[in-house]
């Protein structure tokens, strides 16, 4: 047995899995640059936390490299089989970021990649077991913490998981041992993606290619592999230490040397087996130990001998489930039941909070849940957001049968919470924001009304405010579009779910969501020049003008004015009508005097008409500005109107906090 | 603050104190619109002779400039070299905390006539670095549109320069980063040669601070206090402006801008800002700070409510050409802590340079682009504009 290293030119590896069809056109499955990992990921991944709902796997593997940094390629494998429940657009695509820190938390090395499915073709295969990406990382010799996130970008479902790694000092002459790996069951387990920059990890001798976490099965001979540098000649008395994942040594075993051969930069690697006997069923850590070194452990799962030939995604937490589904026969199945003790404690401590609002200390009643949540979504015995979510949902449904008007004030505690913990607690923050959006459902279902339905918007809207800072963009297009679920003429939802388009470089979107917003709200001024923009790139240029020359007729605010005679200016010069556009700027200049922009363009159009010297000479009055430009105003979200819907919150949220009171009184 | 001394004057005039009566101030030097550049003497009498003066404060286009105690009462200020109107305004106050005051406006220099010598000057660079000193004209040759041309100046090394420091001033630069790269560039004033003169730009969705053109590292930072890094970013607009301001004046220019590249807030395209530059010879050097996720590997895609993702590849790489086509370079880093490392490289390339003068022989008429091709005798590499504007 030789572990194999293989470039491939190619910056893509899939394997399909039995069931799946073949590529026609486009990649099934494709890996993209995910263009920059957004603040609450980041925040997310650097918080030490782990949970989330989407189940996962990680194992990183340092190998030799050019430099005294070691190339460490991480499998990060994905649990698909509650993954799709909910799920509506075509694609399935998932954020992966994955960063490697040193104990004093400095970012040594970090990737972040979007792995995007299309499940027309491949939702049974992905539903069958899930998803395995490879990528790599360069890291200096030291002990770090991996620490891995996993986004589904349409449902903003998280899972995050934390692993030591050791990054030995191959260059030095003392022995190291890598950790134990284990081949796949089959090479189409998973569906398998790598990432850009990746090199594929293939194990010669073994039946597949190396998994991140594999099944076991009781009594029966396990294979795998160790790979170690400066390992001592001859005979190597190998042991194969079980642990359990609290730190727990569970069982030792001799493990059967059956060959080490050279392997890739220097490595060398040794092929070995143990038979793991006398275990409960579960998860347990591997470690191998020889004489003058032990290694680092990888995690597996161990069942009975009938369960085995499977991956850890097609096991429940009994371990079996069947071995795929088939998405057309039957529904995709909701995630495996999350379970959790006495939920009795953790209500009675929540309605105490809720009593402390009703009351009017809304300070009081913050700190608590917040330190209630906290304590439960963390620490040795946590609970599951999911667990926590539907205890206070619980909550909640009984004070909405009394009045759903005792909503209000729950909903905006929350959302005052989710701005507390936002970049401090992420998980916190992510059960906050989701709790939300269901006391919105929920409110909107018992209320029965549109004025109801509006409402919930609101509370969604009011997420909005602080989420536009620092959720990702598929995150923030799914809040505005639940808000418009429920209040399809929402003027803030509307005019943001457009500037998503916009950013998302979606005009002929951004268009109909403008001109929608604008049959409800014709004075909203932003919305038609942005509308204007819009249709310009769209190529109706002749439209585009005639709406700015309507803005700037009218009497608009003073940026939104700005930017109409901005792109006036531009689309003319464009046209090549100089003529025209040293009008509207010199007229705009009239208006807005130190307008830096339509100064720098009216001197532009001397430069195109040769003369420089007036160029120089319209330049001369522009001096620095302070503030903010339009253009800056123009390309973020408009914050201003979310900051309305907020403050209104909060003045109904007051207003119902005797209906809160009356509820929690009736509800037992 | 200058209101309130005035106001302050006029009340106390009104006063029957013997010194505000008698107090008066009076400028000698420079006179009525007289044309000044660079540094001026301000020569101030105050009267009655033996009035006793405590301070004579000297403001310059609104901003005070010092304070002199003593008689003489004699003030050097290095207003620049841009040619622009200035104002001059002195204020003096007695023991009696009378005051008195005279300004003076000094004028722009009329050009009437420009002289067209019609000289194309190259600024060349000869990378490695090995073998590069110790040239000389019949080195180089020159190919305008292929036609080889006769050199008629030669010149190495300590050719005076005048520079932009352009740097970015947005958001990104949070934390400090603003601070270092700050320091970097007063580190770049300290090594300049008495001759060599800087201007520095600060921007980010808009022009946010200008200086003077000024050999003086303090008088970068005068109006530094109240900048902070905020904002978007507008590179293409502040090149514009850069290459503006270095318009008027001579000799070698450059440019240096700090920035990740990334334009956002910008009216105008880079397109447009290169064929300014094909105009007049400023060499631009890029210090471009590379972002976290190219760090990462991945190329920094992303679309904005004004370019999509290829609209933003298409103005970056516009900045990439506007740089090779100026003869300068682009220097990628990844901590502002090596901003100052970068621009002292910078500073020695430009101490370095060869600057080559003809007068072309190939005439395509105004507006037209010329290759400009060199060649450099041996093995050597040269780095130079790549053409020209016929003016």
């Given at each position: 047995m030789r572990l194999v290293l293989i470039v491939l030119l190619a910056v893509l590896s899939v394997a399909w899995p039995a069931g799946a069809q073949a590529p026609a056109g486009e990649a099934a499955v494709r890996v993209l640059p995910s263009g920059g990992l957004q603040v609450e990921s980041a925040a997310l991944l650097m918080s030490g936390q782990?949970?989330?709902?989407?189940?996962?796997?990680?194992?990183?593997?340092?190998?030799?490299?050019?430099?005294?940094?070691?190339?460490?390629?991480?499998?990060?494998?994905?649990?698909?089989?509650?993954?799709?429940?909910?799920?509506?657009?075509?694609?399935?695509?998932?954020?992966?970021?994955?960063?490697a820190l040193t104990a004093g938390g400095g970012i040594q090395g970090s990737r972040m990649d979007m792995i995007e499915i299309d499940l027309a073709r491949m939702r049974e295969a992905v539903e069958g077991s899930g998803v395995q990406l490879t990528g790599e990382l360069t890291l200096r010799p030291g002990d770090y913490t991996l620490r891995v996130l996993v986004r589904d970008l349409e449902t903003g479902d998280i899972g995050l998981r934390s692993l030591p790694l050791s990054v030995p000092a191959f260059r030095q002459a003392s022995p190291a041992l890598l950790p134990p790996v284990f081949a796949?069951?089959?090479?189409?387990?998973?569906?398998?993606?790598?990432?850009?920059?990746?090199?594929?990890?293939?194990?010669?001798?073994?039946?597949?290619?190396?998994?991140?976490?594999?099944?076991?099965?009781?009594?029966?001979?396990?294979?795998?592999?160790?790979?170690?540098?400066?390992?001592?000649?001859?005979?190597?008395?190998?042991?194969?230490?079980?642990?359990k994942p609290g730190g727990e040594r569970a069982a030792d075993f001799p493990a059967r040397l059956s060959g080490r051969q050279p392997g890739p930069a220097g490595l060398e690697v040794l092929s070995l087996a143990f038979t793991p006997s006398g275990l409960a069923p579960g998860e347990y850590e591997l470690r191998v130990s020889i004489p003058?070194?032990?290694?680092?452990?990888?995690?597996?799962?161990?069942?009975?001998?009938?369960?085995?030939?499977?991956?850890?995604?097609?096991?429940?937490?009994?371990?079996?489930?069947?071995?795929?589904?088939?998405?057309?026969?039957?529904?995709?199945?909701?995630?495996?039941?999350?379970?959790?003790?006495?939920?009795?404690?953790?209500?009675?401590?929540?309605r105490e909070a809720l009593e402390r609002l009703a009351r009017g200390d809304e300070e009081a009643a913050r700190a608590a849940v917040f330190q209630l949540e906290s304590s439960l979504l963390s620490g040795k015995n946590r609970l599951t957001p999911e667990d926590?979510?539907?205890?206070?949902?619980?909550?909640?449904?009984?004070?909405?049968?009394?009045?759903?008007?005792?909503?209000?004030?729950?909903?905006?505690?929350?959302?005052?919470i989710y701005r507390d913990s936002a970049g401090r607690q992420p998980l916190l923050a992510v059960h906050s924001r989701e709790l939300v959006l269901q006391l919105a459902d929920l409110y909107a279902k018992r209320g029965g009304t549109p004025a109801a339905r509006a409402m919930a918007a609101r509370f969604i809207l009011g997420l909005a405010a602080e989420l536009v800072k620092t959720a990702p963009s598929s995150v923030r297009?799914?809040?505005?579009?639940?808000?418009?679920?429920?209040?399809?003429?929402?003027?803030?939802?509307?005019?943001?779910?457009?500037?998503?388009?916009?950013?998302?470089?979606?005009?002929?979107?951004?268009?109909?969501?403008?001109?929608?917003?604008?049959?409800?709200?014709?004075?909203?001024?932003?919305?038609?020049?942005?509308?204007?923009?819009?249709?310009?790139?769209?190529?109706?240029?002749?439209?585009?003008?005639?709406?700015?020359?309507?803005?700037?007729?009218?009497?608009?605010?003073?940026?939104?004015?700005?930017?109409?005679?901005?792109?006036?200016?531009?689309?003319?010069?464009?046209?090549g009508d100089l003529e025209a556009a040293e009008r509207a700027l010199r007229e705009g200049l009239k208006r807005l005097p130190d307008d830096e922009k339509l100064t720098l363009q009216l001197a532009m159009i001397h430069e195109l008409r040769q003369s420089p010297e007036q160029a120089s000479e319209a330049l001369q009055p522009l001096r620095p500005g302070t503030g903010e430009s339009a253009r800056r105003r123009y390309n973020r979200m408009p914050t201003e109107l979310l900051d309305e819907v907020w403050s209104g919150l909060v003045r109904a949220a007051d207003e119902r906090r005797a209906s809160l009171a009356a509820a929690l009184g009736s509800a037992p | 603050m200058r209101r309130p001394v005035l106001l302050l004057a006029v009340l106390l005039l009104a006063l029957p104190t013997a010194g505000a009566q008698n107090l008066r101030v009076a400028i000698l030097t420079p006179a009525p619109g007289q044309v000044i550049f660079g540094e001026t003497e301000i020569a101030v009498q105050v009267s009655p002779a033996g009035a006793r003066v405590e301070k004579v404060e000297l403001y310059?286009?609104?901003?005070?400039?010092?304070?002199?105690?003593?008689?003489?009462?004699?003030?050097?200020?290095?207003?620049?070299?841009?040619?622009?109107?200035?104002?001059?305004?002195?204020?003096?106050q007695d023991a009696s905390g009378a005051t008195a005051s005279a300004e003076v406006r000094t004028s722009r220099l009329q050009v009437d006539m420009a002289i067209d010598v019609r000289l194309q000057q190259l600024f060349v660079t000869i990378e490695g670095g090995r073998g590069a000193r110790g040239l000389t004209r019949d080195d180089f040759t020159i190919l305008d549109e292929g036609v080889p041309q006769q050199i008629v100046t030669f010149e190495r090394g300590e050719v005076p320069f005048t520079a932009v420091l352009l740097l970015d001033a947005s958001t990104s630069m949070k934390g400090g980063r603003l601070e270092t790269a700050l320091d970097g560039a007063k580190s770049f004033v300290r090594s300049m040669q008495r001759l060599d003169e800087v201007k520095l730009l600060l921007f980010s969705d808009h022009v946010r601070l200008e200086t003077p053109f000024t050999s003086v590292p303090s008088i970068l930072t005068?109006?530094?206090?109240?900048?902070?890094?905020?904002?978007?970013?507008?590179?293409?607009?502040?090149?514009?402006?850069?290459?503006?301001?270095?318009?008027?004046?001579?000799?070698?220019?450059?440019?240096?801008?700090?920035?990740?590249?990334i334009d956002v807030e910008s009216v105008l395209p880079m397109e447009s800002v290169r064929q300014v530059l094909r105009r007049d010879p400023v060499v631009l050097y890029w210090l471009r700070l590379r972002r976290e996720e190219e760090r990462n590997g991945s190329s920094p895609d992303f679309s904005t409510a004004w370019r999509d993702a290829a609209g933003h590849r298409h103005e970056m790489g516009e900045l990439r050409r506007a740089v090779l086509e100026s003869g300068g370079r682009i220097e990628t880093i990844d901590r502002v802590e090596q901003v100052a490392s970068v621009l002292t490289s910078v500073l020695d390339e430009l101490r370095e340079q060869y600057v080559l003068g003809y007068t072309p022989s190939v005439h395509k008429g105004p507006g037209t682009w010329h290759d400009v091709e060199l060649r450099v005798r041996g093995s050597l590499q040269a780095r130079t504009q790549r053409g020209y504007v016929e003016k």
């Open positions: 782990e949970g989330g709902v989407i189940p996962l796997a990680a194992l990183a593997l340092p190998l030799p490299g050019e430099s005294e940094r070691a190339r460490v390629p991480v499998i990060v494998e994905i649990d698909g089989s509650g993954l799709l429940a909910g799920h509506r657009e075509p694609r399935l695509r998932l954020e992966v970021s994955v960063y796949a069951p089959s090479a189409e387990a998973w569906v398998t993606a790598r990432a850009a920059g990746s090199s594929p990890l293939a194990l010669s001798g073994l039946s597949g290619p190396p998994v991140a976490k594999p099944v076991l099965a009781l009594d029966e001979e396990a294979r795998f592999a160790v790979a170690g540098s400066h390992l001592a000649a001859g005979d190597l008395a190998a042991r194969a230490e079980v642990w003058r070194a032990s290694s680092p452990g990888t995690r597996f799962v161990l069942v009975a001998a009938a369960e085995g030939g499977r991956v850890w995604a097609q096991l429940d937490a009994r371990g079996s489930k069947p071995a795929a589904r088939s998405a057309a026969a039957s529904p995709p199945p909701a995630p495996p039941k999350k379970r959790f003790g006495n939920a009795a404690p953790v209500r009675k401590a929540y926590l979510s539907e205890i206070e949902l619980e909550v909640a449904h009984k004070l909405a049968e009394t009045g759903p008007e005792s909503l209000v004030p729950v909903a905006i505690l929350h959302q005052r297009s799914r809040v505005f579009q639940r808000a418009l679920d429920l209040d399809a003429e929402n003027e803030a939802a509307l005019l943001c779910r457009a500037v998503d388009f916009e950013r998302q470089s979606k005009p002929a979107e951004a268009v109909s969501t403008l001109e929608l917003l604008l049959r409800s709200h014709p004075q909203n001024g932003e919305a038609r020049l942005r509308l204007a923009l819009n249709v310009e790139r769209l190529g109706r240029k002749g439209e585009a003008r005639r709406l700015l020359q309507e803005i700037v007729a009218g009497q608009p605010e003073p940026w939104q004015l700005a930017l109409a005679y901005q792109e006036l200016g531009r689309m003319l010069v464009a046209d | 310059v286009d609104s901003v005070r400039v010092g304070v002199d105690e003593s008689p003489p009462y004699r003030f050097v200020v290095d207003v620049g070299h841009e040619n622009a109107e200035h104002h001059f305004e002195v204020v003096a005068l109006s530094l206090g109240q900048t902070a890094a905020d904002g978007g970013s507008a590179v293409n607009d502040a090149v514009y402006l850069a290459l503006k301001r270095l318009e008027d004046r001579l000799g070698r220019k450059v440019l240096i801008l700090f920035s990740d590249g």
